[in-house]
Nanobody, 124 residues
Framework: QVQLVESGGGLVQAGGSLRLSCAAS????????MGWFRQAPGKEREFVAVINWSGGITSYTDSVKGRFTISRDNAKNTVYLQMNSLKPEDTAVYYCAAAWGYTIVVVSTLYDYWGQGTQVTVSS
């Protein structure tokens, strides 16, 4: 069982930055692929970024490439999402998720555990 708790969301002006954190419980955190997803009002949840167990492999959705960076600290059981050059269209609830048994996962239905989400609002 893995419990995930996100933090770091908030209100920021366009062009600003935020760093999201996702703290995980459990001793097997380093065994999980960790992903970030987001869901805007009236839209489906979408993939944002993913990182493999070691941090050596990452993948991003095209709209955030070059602006967002996913990283993890297995010693702290935490995954991060550094978000720079934020745009109003980045406004959403951001969720972290954990998947076991894969190298990289971009499909939300393959994730085993989810956090409760943190709101990110970017004003124009």
């Amino acid at each position: 069982q893995v419990q995930l708790v996100e933090s770091g969301g908030g209100l920021v002006q366009a062009g600003g930055s935020l760093r999201l954190s996702c703290a995980a419980s459990g001793r097997t955190f380093s065994s999980y692929v960790m992903g970030w997803f987001r869901q805007a009002p009236g839209k489906e949840r979408e993939f944002v970024a993913v990182i493999n167990w070691s941090g050596g492999i990452t993948s991003y959705t095209d709209s955030v490439k070059g602006r967002f960076t996913i990283s993890r600290d297995n010693a702290k059981n935490t995954v991060y999402l550094q978000m720079n050059s934020l745009k109003p269209e980045d406004t959403a609830v951001y969720y972290c998720a954990a998947a076991w048994g894969y190298t990289i996962v971009v499909v939300s239905t393959l994730y085993d555990y989810w956090g409760q989400g943190t709101q990110v609002t970017v004003s124009s």
